[in-house]
Protein backbone atom coordinates (compact mmCIF):
# COMPACT_ATOMS: atom_id res chain seq x y z
CA UNK A 1 0.00 0.00 0.00
CA UNK A 2 0.96 3.62 -1.35
CA UNK A 3 0.72 6.21 1.48
CA UNK A 4 2.76 8.59 -0.26
CA UNK A 5 1.38 11.60 -2.22
CA UNK A 6 1.14 12.00 -5.91
CA UNK A 7 3.76 13.75 -8.01
CA UNK A 8 1.11 16.02 -8.96
CA UNK A 9 -0.07 16.71 -5.44
CA UNK A 10 3.97 17.60 -4.29
CA UNK A 11 4.50 19.65 -7.66
CA UNK A 12 0.96 21.74 -6.57
CA UNK A 13 2.14 22.19 -3.59
CA UNK A 14 5.28 23.55 -4.51
CA UNK A 15 3.64 25.83 -6.83
CA UNK A 16 1.70 27.37 -4.20
CA UNK A 17 4.50 27.89 -1.75
CA UNK A 18 6.50 29.29 -4.25
CA UNK A 19 3.01 32.07 -4.87
CA UNK A 20 2.62 32.21 -0.84
CA UNK A 21 5.84 33.50 -0.03
CA UNK A 22 6.53 35.58 -2.37
CA UNK A 23 3.26 37.46 -1.82
CA UNK A 24 2.06 36.85 1.71
CA UNK A 25 4.96 38.31 3.39
CA UNK A 26 4.79 39.82 7.25
CA UNK A 27 5.02 43.25 6.19
CA UNK A 28 1.68 42.23 3.74
CA UNK A 29 0.16 40.81 7.30
CA UNK A 30 1.16 43.78 9.02
CA UNK A 31 -0.21 45.81 6.74
CA UNK A 32 -3.86 44.70 6.76
CA UNK A 33 -3.79 45.33 10.46
CA UNK A 34 -4.06 48.74 9.37
CA UNK A 35 -7.50 48.14 6.95
CA UNK A 36 -11.26 48.31 8.18
CA UNK A 37 -11.67 44.55 7.01
CA UNK A 38 -8.33 43.24 7.74
CA UNK A 39 -8.62 41.73 4.45
CA UNK A 40 -6.43 42.35 0.93
CA UNK A 41 -9.08 42.44 -2.12
CA UNK A 42 -6.58 41.72 -3.91
CA UNK A 43 -4.91 38.73 -2.62
CA UNK A 44 -8.22 37.17 -2.79
CA UNK A 45 -8.34 37.93 -6.71
CA UNK A 46 -4.86 35.99 -7.03
CA UNK A 47 -6.28 32.71 -5.10
CA UNK A 48 -8.88 32.53 -7.08
CA UNK A 49 -7.17 33.32 -10.85
CA UNK A 50 -5.02 30.63 -9.43
CA UNK A 51 -7.98 27.91 -9.05
CA UNK A 52 -7.49 27.84 -5.51
CA UNK A 53 -10.40 28.92 -4.01
CA UNK A 54 -12.75 26.37 -5.93
CA UNK A 55 -10.64 23.19 -5.41
CA UNK A 56 -12.84 21.52 -4.03
CA UNK A 57 -15.81 22.90 -5.79
CA UNK A 58 -17.27 20.30 -8.30
CA UNK A 59 -16.24 20.70 -11.85
CA UNK A 60 -20.05 21.18 -12.80
CA UNK A 61 -19.85 24.20 -10.75
CA UNK A 62 -16.75 25.61 -12.18
CA UNK A 63 -14.41 24.32 -9.60
CA UNK A 64 -11.43 21.70 -10.01
CA UNK A 65 -13.74 18.31 -8.08
CA UNK A 66 -10.63 17.83 -5.90
CA UNK A 67 -10.71 16.61 -2.25
CA UNK A 68 -9.39 17.07 1.73
CA UNK A 69 -6.62 15.14 0.72
CA UNK A 70 -5.27 17.02 -2.54
CA UNK A 71 -5.78 20.03 -0.56
CA UNK A 72 -4.39 19.02 3.04
CA UNK A 73 -0.65 20.30 1.73
CA UNK A 74 -2.11 23.32 0.68
CA UNK A 75 -3.82 24.14 3.95
CA UNK A 76 -0.06 23.38 5.62
CA UNK A 77 1.51 26.47 2.97
CA UNK A 78 -1.44 28.32 3.94
CA UNK A 79 0.16 27.65 7.81
CA UNK A 80 3.58 28.25 6.65
CA UNK A 81 3.02 32.45 6.07
CA UNK A 82 -0.13 32.62 8.33
CA UNK A 83 -2.90 33.57 5.59
CA UNK A 84 -5.03 35.59 6.82
CA UNK A 85 -7.34 35.36 3.87
CA UNK A 86 -10.21 32.71 4.77
CA UNK A 87 -8.85 29.98 1.94
CA UNK A 88 -8.77 27.04 4.21
CA UNK A 89 -12.51 27.87 5.83
CA UNK A 90 -13.95 28.00 2.27
CA UNK A 91 -12.31 24.77 0.86
CA UNK A 92 -12.58 22.90 3.86
CA UNK A 93 -15.62 23.64 5.66
CA UNK A 94 -17.96 26.40 3.78
CA UNK A 95 -17.62 24.66 -0.01
CA UNK A 96 -18.66 20.43 2.03
CA UNK A 97 -21.53 22.14 3.84
CA UNK A 98 -23.01 23.79 0.98
CA UNK A 99 -22.42 19.59 -1.37
CA UNK A 100 -24.01 18.22 2.08
CA UNK A 101 -26.77 20.85 2.16
CA UNK A 102 -27.34 20.23 -1.94
CA UNK A 103 -30.21 21.92 -3.45
CA UNK A 104 -30.35 25.48 -5.00
CA UNK A 105 -28.10 26.92 -2.36
CA UNK A 106 -25.43 25.31 -3.65
CA UNK A 107 -26.01 25.56 -6.97
CA UNK A 108 -26.10 29.13 -6.93
CA UNK A 109 -23.06 29.76 -4.35
CA UNK A 110 -21.02 27.05 -5.27
CA UNK A 111 -20.53 28.43 -9.00
CA UNK A 112 -19.90 32.04 -7.27
CA UNK A 113 -16.92 30.50 -4.77
CA UNK A 114 -14.69 28.66 -7.15
CA UNK A 115 -15.19 32.46 -8.98
CA UNK A 116 -13.59 33.91 -6.32
CA UNK A 117 -17.02 36.48 -6.44
CA UNK A 118 -18.02 35.10 -3.29
CA UNK A 119 -17.55 34.45 0.18
CA UNK A 120 -19.49 32.15 2.55
CA UNK A 121 -18.34 31.52 6.07
CA UNK A 122 -20.01 28.73 8.71
CA UNK A 123 -20.07 29.79 11.97
CA UNK A 124 -20.97 26.66 14.34
CA UNK A 125 -22.03 26.88 18.26
CA UNK A 126 -18.38 25.04 19.21
CA UNK A 127 -16.53 28.19 18.14
CA UNK A 128 -19.25 30.86 19.86
CA UNK A 129 -18.15 33.21 17.40
CA UNK A 130 -17.77 33.62 13.62
CA UNK A 131 -15.07 34.45 11.98
CA UNK A 132 -14.34 36.72 8.87
CA UNK A 133 -18.60 37.55 9.33
CA UNK A 134 -17.73 41.08 7.89
CA UNK A 135 -16.74 39.59 4.40
CA UNK A 136 -18.95 36.99 4.14
CA UNK A 137 -21.69 37.39 0.90
CA UNK A 138 -23.30 34.04 2.67
CA UNK A 139 -23.55 32.69 6.72
CA UNK A 140 -24.71 29.51 7.15
CA UNK A 141 -25.20 30.05 11.18
CA UNK A 142 -25.91 27.63 13.76
CA UNK A 143 -28.50 29.09 15.78
CA UNK A 144 -29.19 26.70 19.12
CA UNK A 145 -30.27 22.82 17.07
CA UNK A 146 -31.09 25.12 13.88
CA UNK A 147 -28.94 26.00 10.46
CA UNK A 148 -30.23 29.13 8.99
CA UNK A 149 -28.84 30.93 5.74
CA UNK A 150 -28.12 34.76 6.40
CA UNK A 151 -27.26 37.37 4.05
CA UNK A 152 -25.33 39.81 5.17
CA UNK A 153 -28.07 42.05 5.96
CA UNK A 154 -29.94 39.53 7.45
CA UNK A 155 -27.41 39.67 10.95
CA UNK A 156 -26.23 42.03 13.27
CA UNK A 157 -22.44 41.84 14.14
CA UNK A 158 -20.67 42.50 17.05
CA UNK A 159 -16.58 42.76 16.92
CA UNK A 160 -14.52 40.60 19.49
CA UNK A 161 -11.32 41.18 19.86
CA UNK A 162 -8.96 38.47 18.92
CA UNK A 163 -5.21 37.22 20.40
CA UNK A 164 -4.29 37.43 16.70
CA UNK A 165 -4.72 40.35 14.87
CA UNK A 166 -5.38 38.54 11.51
CA UNK A 167 -8.14 36.82 12.91
CA UNK A 168 -11.49 38.77 12.69
CA UNK A 169 -14.32 37.38 15.04
CA UNK A 170 -17.94 38.45 15.39
CA UNK A 171 -20.91 37.28 17.85
CA UNK A 172 -24.09 38.06 15.58
CA UNK A 173 -27.83 38.14 16.42
CA UNK A 174 -30.23 36.97 13.64
CA UNK A 175 -32.78 39.09 12.18
CA UNK A 176 -35.76 38.95 9.82
CA UNK A 177 -35.16 36.93 6.40
CA UNK A 178 -32.86 34.25 7.43
CA UNK A 179 -33.58 30.83 6.31
CA UNK A 180 -33.82 27.70 7.87
CA UNK A 181 -31.93 24.79 6.52
CA UNK A 182 -32.38 22.06 9.34
CA UNK A 183 -33.11 21.55 12.58
CA UNK A 184 -32.34 18.69 15.03
CA UNK A 185 -31.25 15.77 13.80
CA UNK A 186 -31.56 16.80 10.41
CA UNK A 187 -29.00 19.41 11.67
CA UNK A 188 -26.52 17.38 13.55
CA UNK A 189 -24.69 15.10 10.53
CA UNK A 190 -24.09 18.88 8.87
CA UNK A 191 -22.50 20.54 11.57
CA UNK A 192 -20.98 17.47 12.98
CA UNK A 193 -19.13 17.25 9.39
CA UNK A 194 -18.26 21.14 9.26
CA UNK A 195 -16.47 20.75 13.02
CA UNK A 196 -14.53 17.69 11.56
CA UNK A 197 -13.48 19.54 7.70
CA UNK A 198 -12.57 22.53 10.49
CA UNK A 199 -10.37 20.85 12.78
CA UNK A 200 -8.49 19.11 9.77
CA UNK A 201 -8.14 22.91 8.46
CA UNK A 202 -6.76 23.92 11.80
CA UNK A 203 -4.53 20.74 12.00
CA UNK A 204 -3.08 21.04 8.86
CA UNK A 205 -2.36 24.53 9.48
CA UNK A 206 -0.93 24.31 12.34
CA UNK A 207 1.80 21.57 10.78
CA UNK A 208 2.78 25.32 8.72
CA UNK A 209 3.14 27.36 11.70
CA UNK A 210 5.18 25.41 13.39
CA UNK A 211 7.99 24.63 10.55
CA UNK A 212 7.69 28.63 10.09
CA UNK A 213 8.55 29.06 13.80
CA UNK A 214 11.20 26.64 13.49
CA UNK A 215 12.84 28.37 10.40
CA UNK A 216 12.85 32.10 11.91
CA UNK A 217 14.39 30.54 15.08
CA UNK A 218 17.33 28.61 13.31
CA UNK A 219 17.67 31.71 11.11
CA UNK A 220 17.68 34.13 14.37
CA UNK A 221 20.03 31.63 16.26
CA UNK A 222 22.35 31.69 13.56
CA UNK A 223 22.80 35.20 13.35
CA UNK A 224 22.79 36.09 17.08
CA UNK A 225 26.05 35.77 18.63
CA UNK A 226 26.80 34.97 22.39
CA UNK A 227 30.53 34.19 24.00
CA UNK A 228 31.51 35.25 19.88
CA UNK A 229 29.95 32.33 18.59
CA UNK A 230 25.86 32.23 17.28
CA UNK A 231 23.81 30.77 19.58
CA UNK A 232 22.26 28.25 17.61
CA UNK A 233 25.84 26.48 17.61
CA UNK A 234 24.87 26.02 21.23
CA UNK A 235 23.51 22.03 22.64
CA UNK A 236 20.63 23.70 24.75
CA UNK A 237 19.32 25.41 21.94
CA UNK A 238 20.04 22.72 18.98
CA UNK A 239 17.64 20.36 21.27
CA UNK A 240 15.03 22.78 21.46
CA UNK A 241 14.42 22.77 18.01
CA UNK A 242 14.95 18.76 17.43
CA UNK A 243 12.32 18.40 20.00
CA UNK A 244 10.06 20.54 17.56
CA UNK A 245 10.88 18.70 14.76
CA UNK A 246 10.38 15.46 16.10
CA UNK A 247 6.79 16.11 17.54
CA UNK A 248 5.78 17.96 13.89
CA UNK A 249 7.58 15.10 12.33
CA UNK A 250 4.50 12.86 14.50
CA UNK A 251 1.95 15.04 13.74
CA UNK A 252 1.98 14.96 9.62
CA UNK A 253 0.88 11.19 9.23
CA UNK A 254 -2.26 11.27 11.36
CA UNK A 255 -2.67 14.75 9.51
CA UNK A 256 -2.86 13.32 6.51
CA UNK A 257 -4.19 10.23 7.88
CA UNK A 258 -7.47 12.04 8.81
CA UNK A 259 -7.42 13.73 5.39
CA UNK A 260 -7.83 10.92 4.08
CA UNK A 261 -10.33 9.37 6.18
CA UNK A 262 -12.64 12.55 5.85
CA UNK A 263 -11.94 12.20 2.10
CA UNK A 264 -13.70 9.06 1.51
CA UNK A 265 -16.16 9.65 4.42
CA UNK A 266 -14.80 6.55 6.49
CA UNK A 267 -16.04 6.03 10.16
CA UNK A 268 -13.02 6.28 11.74
CA UNK A 269 -12.91 10.23 10.51
CA UNK A 270 -14.02 11.99 13.59
CA UNK A 271 -11.79 10.42 16.10
CA UNK A 272 -8.76 10.59 13.38
CA UNK A 273 -9.57 13.97 12.86
CA UNK A 274 -9.31 14.45 16.53
CA UNK A 275 -6.14 12.77 16.61
CA UNK A 276 -4.74 14.85 14.16
CA UNK A 277 -5.47 18.14 15.64
CA UNK A 278 -4.44 17.39 19.45
CA UNK A 279 -1.15 15.81 17.49
CA UNK A 280 -0.35 19.43 14.98
CA UNK A 281 -1.91 21.88 17.84
CA UNK A 282 0.75 20.23 20.39
CA UNK A 283 3.88 20.65 17.65
CA UNK A 284 2.55 24.13 16.94
CA UNK A 285 2.36 25.20 20.76
CA UNK A 286 5.90 23.30 21.67
CA UNK A 287 6.71 24.99 18.25
CA UNK A 288 5.40 28.67 20.06
CA UNK A 289 7.23 28.25 23.62
CA UNK A 290 10.24 27.12 22.11
CA UNK A 291 11.06 29.10 19.41
CA UNK A 292 10.42 32.51 22.02
CA UNK A 293 12.68 30.84 24.55
CA UNK A 294 15.16 31.06 21.90
CA UNK A 295 14.60 34.09 20.98
CA UNK A 296 14.96 35.48 24.15
CA UNK A 297 13.78 39.21 25.18
CA UNK A 298 13.23 40.08 21.36
CA UNK A 299 10.54 37.14 21.55
CA UNK A 300 8.42 39.60 23.32
CA UNK A 301 8.60 42.24 20.95
CA UNK A 302 6.22 42.81 18.02
CA UNK A 303 9.59 44.23 15.86
CA UNK A 304 10.28 40.50 15.47
CA UNK A 305 7.94 38.34 12.83
CA UNK A 306 7.53 35.59 15.18
CA UNK A 307 4.40 36.60 17.28
CA UNK A 308 2.42 36.83 14.12
CA UNK A 309 2.42 32.87 13.69
CA UNK A 310 2.80 32.33 17.60
CA UNK A 311 -0.44 34.25 18.05
CA UNK A 312 -2.18 32.32 15.36
CA UNK A 313 -0.82 28.66 16.56
CA UNK A 314 -2.42 29.62 20.32
CA UNK A 315 -5.77 30.48 18.22
CA UNK A 316 -6.30 27.65 16.17
CA UNK A 317 -5.78 25.28 19.14
CA UNK A 318 -8.78 26.64 20.61
CA UNK A 319 -10.97 26.52 17.00
CA UNK A 320 -13.26 24.05 15.96
CA UNK A 321 -13.11 22.34 19.59
CA UNK A 322 -9.94 22.77 21.97
CA UNK A 323 -8.00 19.94 23.40
CA UNK A 324 -10.15 18.85 26.00
CA UNK A 325 -13.42 18.30 23.49
CA UNK A 326 -10.94 16.09 21.38
CA UNK A 327 -9.20 14.31 23.89
CA UNK A 328 -12.90 13.21 24.95
CA UNK A 329 -13.38 12.39 21.43
CA UNK A 330 -10.95 9.85 21.24
CA UNK A 331 -11.62 8.35 25.09
CA UNK A 332 -14.78 7.60 23.38
CA UNK A 333 -13.64 5.57 20.73
CA UNK A 334 -11.11 4.32 22.79
CA UNK A 335 -13.25 3.12 25.65
CA UNK A 336 -16.25 2.02 23.26
CA UNK A 337 -17.17 -1.09 23.72
CA UNK A 338 -16.07 -3.24 21.54
CA UNK A 339 -13.42 -0.92 19.99
CA UNK A 340 -11.05 -2.25 17.24
CA UNK A 341 -7.60 -1.50 18.85
CA UNK A 342 -3.89 -2.69 18.07
CA UNK A 343 -1.70 -3.57 15.47
CA UNK A 344 -4.08 -5.72 13.62
CA UNK A 345 -6.93 -3.38 13.64
CA UNK A 346 -4.38 -1.04 11.68
CA UNK A 347 -6.44 -1.36 8.43
CA UNK A 348 -9.40 -2.80 9.67
Known amino acids: ?32 WETDSGRDPALWRQLAELGLTGITVPEECGGLGMSAL ?21 VLVAVPMLQDIGGDLAAHWLPKIAAGDARVVVGLAQNLVVEDAHIADLLILQHGDTLVA ?55 QALGLAQRMIDLSVQYTSERQQFGKPIGSFQAVKHHMANIAVRLEYAKAPTHRAAYAISLQQDIAAHAVSHAKLAACEAANLAAKNSHQVHGAMGYTWEVD ?42 A
Not at 8 to 17: A, G, I, M, P
Not at 19 to 30: A, D, G, Q, S
Not at 192 to 203: K, T
Open 1 to 32: MDFTFTEDQLLFQESVRDFLVNEVTPERIRAS
Open 70 to 90: DFVLLAQECGNVALPEPLVHT
Open 150 to 204: ATADQVELQLNESIDPSRKLFTFALKSGATPLATGAEAAPLVSSALNHGALGCAA
Open 306 to 347: LHIYMKKAWALANTYGDAGFHKARIADHIFATGAALGAGATF
